[in-house]
């Protein structure tokens, strides 16, 4: 069986998804391949699109920023008074569907692709069964990735919704793969996926990568006092609202707890700082990372929306206890053995959250344990090649 995985980066969130599932499916003897827009990782099986038709799409999508579709995009989003979000176009300067690795493949699967894959070209010219694993809720918008951000009364909205519904219509073979429950309750039944194959399949997490440090030692590396209370998050960037770390910075500001400080690691763009929050920048190494996990008594996660919480399990496999709100994925995540799922979204909820973990003793050998069992690469790589099979 060959497989072709497309994800516009193989870095961040949706891009380390869509590798590691990849790395997975080849050790259970799929044929996979990834093609991205831009590659960093050293491994053959991962290709870049081509350069000079990438150069191309990057000339066209700077046009487009001040004269074209991204530029009335950009318009209507900022006329839209207290909406913040990531918008993006399901259209490119693309040809991905002549590309040798889509030519070749038995089965296409798209993951995050947004402005680099075409939706009206390459849903009318991929005559394959296409698998879609959604890493947020931008399918079933016009530009908007979740709903909180969408646009009313929009044309934009509007006229790139119809394009979506449109394109994918004609998909004959079409699989969409939910990351969690609560995303596959609230969409199974929307117009766009109705004719589809659905599934419910979770994130995985490697514990080879991903593995318990000792403490002492992961806190000389981030100049962590041996006496202060560390809660860790980890964000793309760091100070994007729906994150929460403002939120997590009140939770602890009314706690009062002596010496606690917010590890945050990931991008600071705006230069943020206070004097409960210490920065690391973004890690993307796992073994760094587990570093990271290990040098905190908790992990929070205080984000308003996700599609599957991919940093909790990171941080269980280093045996670190959860303390999240109640997103996408948490559901099936948490249990009273590796951490807390708070009731709401508000400071309190967190702070009451908070007061549950630190009051509960915690096995970091059973959280590890947990993690392990549920939501291995092989586990998941398996739930995979069952649905492609299905498809085909």
Known sequence: MKVVQINKLDTDGAGLCCYRIHKSLIRRGVESSMLVAKKTVKDSTVRAYNR???????????????FGAEKR???????????????SLPTSFSFLHLDKAVRNADLVHIHWVNCFLDYPSFFAKVKKPIVMTLHDENLFYGIAHYERNVLKDSEVEKKYYDLKQKSISGVEKLGIVFLSKMMYDKYKNHEIVRKAKTTIIHNSVDCSLFNIKDKNSARKKYGIKSDETIFIMVANVITEERKGLLVAIEALEKLGIPK???LAVGNNPTNFSHERVITTGPIRDG????????SADYFIM?????????????????????????????????NDTCGVRCSGFTVEDL???????????????????YVSLNFSPEHIADMYIDFYKNLL
């Open 287 to 294: 073994e760094e990372l587990s570093y990271a996990y290990s």
């Open 351 to 369: 702070v009451e959250g908070i007061k549950k973990a630190m009051t509960t003793s915690y096995e970091k050998d059973n959280i590890r344990e």
């Open 260 to 262: 606690a400080k917010i």
């Open 73 to 87: 995009m950009n318009e209507s989003v900022k006329k839209s008074d207290g909406v913040k979000g990531f918008y």
């Open 302 to 334: 205080p984000s308003m929306q996700e599609a599957f919480a991919q940093t909790p399990i990171e941080a269980m496999a280093c045996g670190v206890p959860a303390v999240v709100f109640p997103v996408s994925g948490t559901e099936e995540l948490m």
């Open 52 to 66: 000079f038709l990438y150069f191309c799409m990057l000339v066209s999508q700077t046009l487009s920023r001040k």
